[in-house]
């Protein structure tokens, strides 16, 4: 170990009780895997996991929170979710979220100054209309549908004529076919503020995982799919989102919301009743930023714009909910600040000379690397730190539940075997990404994949006198049936259980098991302690003294 010069205010300083482990410290987390009720519904209960077995009897073992108050959102009715949570397991503590931001933006009205202000000025100097674009639901991961009618309210305030919503369907962080519920408390509160001639109505939308709504550059077919439907009005046309669900689920038995094809509003004559022009302001409304960034490049960068042909490029006034990415101004205009997220858990190793290993699939780089860091894109380091993404499928995560399980190992078991790095982290997403498409079977694969990749990893670990760290970031696999209050799965009018789809408030596994020799246990002062903790106990596993800021370490000499 190198000897400790960081910058003022970077210092660790060694463990008092523990030493250093010869070997890294690896940590494995399990996107999507929790402790659910055990039951034949429970993928992660009913899949084969012999390793995850062994490590319960033979490693430290406990749950921690993952949800909630406990990762910064509002209530502990709130389910986490993965930017939220690779935020607070890079973070070491408890910091409020996008949700809670947005909350306390619009009860201080702090949201109504800066670019809101400026669009309001705008549509009143050019005499457009306002766009609202994002995710209808109450799911609180991506966006709330609270705070969709609070634009809108305070669009008619401002005087305001015409604003045009295009919603993007659920059916993944909600039950999966809900949008109805949704689309008609939006039309109620539309028909409301109609009143005093005002034209404020739906004008496109589609299901989430196929209009608008992809991340990391999987499939920029989706974002061309929403921008055609959005901008262009380009797509089939209904005279209302309801006839429009209502058509798709007839003639796709068995469709859910995140996977409905876009649809556009028609008037009478059948021309589209609100594309997006010239003049006109546009709001991304969700306030979570993986799923808002692509679509914002698309509205925002000029001629060297490459994804798609945009066919037209209108000149509006572009703002996000939230920043989506800092490090490059992605958008360059939004409603309400984001959190300051300094002094990570990356940014201490990288001061401290240790070297840091990240890996994932597609899917989820983003959580390990720029979520990680605080939302910060980019290496502390960059001599320090390497970060390699796994290209994912582009298929249906049904369809290939194991994704790229195996290679994610490959990678974690030859950083390893390099020397090189002292911490390692790498994300498995199947439990999450195949645990979202309501198939069991699937879920209970993806599963079973997770497991056999820790199986590999797990000698390599202990052979080189290292520490193996196994957690989790939300639940998701381990309830795939949607609930009555009591518990008991839900069934549809033919008696079929119906799938969940969305994350779960089940707790997460924490796994340690020390290939160094020393003796280990867990602290016995954090009965309700969440994945905040985590941090902290990874530098107490590489023989450091954690800084004042972090919640303190799960693990403790014995």
């Known amino acids: 170990m190198p000897a400790l010069d960081p ?4 210092g660790l300083a060694p463990h008092p009780r523990l030493p250093a482990p010869a070997g890294p410290v690896v940590l494995l ?3 999507g895997v929790a402790i659910g009720p055990g039951d034949a519904f429970d993928a992660v ?15 430290l073992y406990r749950t921690l929170k993952a949800h909630g108050t406990a990762v910064g959102l509002p209530s502990d009715a709130d389910m986490g979710n993965s930017e939220v949570g690779h935020n607070i397991l890079g973070a070491g503590r408890v910091f409020d979220q996008g949700a809670k931001l947005v909350d306390r933006a619009l009860e201080t009205g702090s949201a109504w100054r800066g670019a809101w202000r400026d669009a309001v000025a705008h549509l009143a100097r050019t005499g457009g209309r306002l766009h609202l674009i994002g995710l209808l639901s109450d799911g609180n991961v991506h966006s709330h549908e609270k705070h969709l009618h609070a634009l809108l309210q305070r669009a008619a305030e401002e005087g305001v004529a015409r604003a045009y919503v295009h919603p993007l369907l659920d059916g993944r962080d909600v039950p999966e076919t809900s949008a109805l519920e949704y689309v008609d408390r939006l039309e109620a509160v ?7 001639g005002r034209d404020y109505r739906i004008a496109s939308g589609g299901g989430r995982m196929v209009t608008t709504m992809d991340r990391y550059e999987a499939d920029w077919s989706v974002v061309e799919r929403g921008w055609k439907a959005h901008v262009l009005g380009e797509g089939r046309g209904f005279p209302s989102a309801r006839a429009a669900i209502e058509a798709f689920r007839a003639e796709q ?3 859910i919301d995140q ?8 008037g009478s004559g059948g021309a589209p009743v609100a594309p997006i022009e010239d003049g006109d302001a546009v709001i991304f409304f969700n306030f979570r930023g993986d799923r808002a960034i692509e679509i914002s490049r698309a509205f925002e960068e000029g001629e060297s714009f490459d994804r798609f042909d945009r066919g037209r490029r209108p000149d509006v006034f572009y703002a996000g909910m939230m920043l989506y990415d800092g490090d490059v101004a992605i958008p360059s205009r939004f409603l309400v600040d984001p959190p300051e997220v300094q002094k990570t858990l990356a940014e201490f190793m990288a001061r401290n000379g240790i070297a840091q290993f990240a890996v994932a699939e597609t899917q989820k780089y983003g959580h390990v690397t720029y979520f990680w860091n605080g939302n910060r894109s980019g290496m502390f380091d960059p001599e320090l730190e390497e970060y390699l993404e796994v290209p994912s499928d582009r298929v249906p995560f049904e369809q290939r539940p194991w994704m790229k399980s195996a290679e994610t190992a490959d990678a974690v078991i030859a950083a390893v075997r390099s020397g090189r790095f002292r911490f390692l982290r790498a994300n498995f997403a199947a439990g999450d990404m195949v645990g979202h498409t309501g198939s069991l ?4 694969l993806a599963v079973q994949a997770v497991d056999q990749a820790i199986a590999r990893i797990l000698p390599v670990v202990l052979a080189a006198k290292g520490t193996l760290v196994v957690t989790a970031d939300h639940g998701n696999s381990d309830d795939m049936a949607e609930r009555d209050k009591a518990g008991r799965p839900q069934r549809d009018p033919a008696g079929r259980v119906r799938s969940r789809t969305s994350h779960t408030l089940n707790p997460v596994p924490f796994l340690v098991l020390d290939g160094a020799g020393r003796a280990l246990a867990l602290a016995e002062d954090l009965p309700g302690a969440g994945i905040a903790h985590v941090a902290a106990t990874l530098l107490a596993l590489l023989g450091l003294a954690a800084p004042a800021e972090f919640d303190p370490s799960l693990v403790v000499p014995a």
């Open 441 to 444: 079977e699937a879920a209970i």
């Open 259 to 266: 996977f409905l094809p876009p649809f556009v509003v028609v």
């Open 45 to 59: 209960a009913v899949a084969r996991t012999p390793t995850l077995d062994r490590l319960r009897r033979e490693a």
């Open 253 to 255: 038995p068995g469709v």
């Open 7 to 10: 910058a003022p205010g970077f």
């Open 29 to 31: 987390i399990m996107d």
């Open 190 to 196: 539309l028909t409301e503020l109609r009143a005093g």
